[in-house]
């Protein structure tokens, strides 16, 4: 068996497309099982570079699509993906997407889906990211947020930037992503607040954890998050707010983003994890001063205190309780303030 699996990793290198083409059909088979990822993974380093050969090499063909296959079932090992990292793996990724992604759809959504796998690790990460080369930091961030946002995820052919979502949410636990994700003049946090509209629900979860994320900022970016006000509360108040009609009263209070959306009844955000994403969020902007005070000009309050009467799940409501732990005795008097800056 050792001495087949070695003569198979040799047919990937072969000069014969065909015979190539065998070869990765069978490999992308023995990695969906525990048996064939181990004996793989024993023989790292020749079938590895020989997977990203064939992938940059395969152009319209199946070949590549299985070798794709093969990388996202062999990188959910942290070790190989490092490996993979350390290969070029991002950068091969990202050029076959480019080149390939629009003729081979499914072969786009595979790479994709390594590159989830790829920035699971911290090298993958600053590889993403282009770390340490200002010239082209945060390229390969910017085209796939384009072609995120520009993918419809309502359509019925299957979403294949879905799990942009998901690269998102990895590349912002680190400063890096968050800076990059935040400048102003990209406009890159205003595109993907904007995705949480969305039914599918991996991107609505992506959106939900990487504005959570960012919001790790709110101490030196505030304004910054805040300039995004007019999308931003609707994302993070909107999952909150429970299913009940809000009063003409409440709504009056709000921006027009808000108060038409709780005009009528809603389905609820079912996903537990959105909702306190959403609420640790909030939390983080108000413990400043100004976020605050943003924060009662949208009625938030009022908002998190209709959504808390439906909210049944015990982590969720500790986070609501959280958020009025620190608005009780510093709201009242921001109210007040806010309320006299109004025009009489």
Known sequence: MADELDELIGFLSDRNPQVRGAAVDIVRGLTGGEDGLRALTARADRALPALLRLLASAAGSGAGEAAADSLVNLSQDADLAARLVALGAVDAAMDVVAKRGGAQPALARSLVMLLVNLTHVESGVAAFLQVGDEKVQGLYVAKLVRSFCRSSSDSEEEDIFEYVASILVNISKVEAGRRILMEPKRGLLKQIIRQFDSTNQLRKKGVAGTIR????????????????????????????????????????????????????????????????????????????????????????????????????????????????????????????????????
């Open 213 to 344: 994320n960012c919001c790790f900022e709110a101490d030196t970016q505030l304004q910054s998050l805040l300039s995004l006000a007019e999308y931003l509360w609707p994302a993070l108040l909107l999952p909150v707010a429970g299913k009940k009609i809000y009063s003409e009263e409440d709504r009056s209070k709000m921006p027009l983003e808000l108060s038409s959306a709780l005009s009528h009844e809603r389905e609820a955000v079912d996903d537990s994890e959105i909702r306190q994403q959403a609420l640790e969020a909030i939390y983080m902007i108000v413990l400043q001063d100004d976020g605050r005070r943003s924060f009662w000009s949208v009625n938030g309050p009022r908002i998190l205190q209709v959504g808390y009467e439906d909210e049944e799940d015990p982590k969720v409501m500790e986070a609501y309780e959280l958020i009025g732990s620190l608005l009780v005795g510093k709201g009242e008097g921001e109210q007040e303030q806010e309320q006299g800056e109004k025009p009489q």
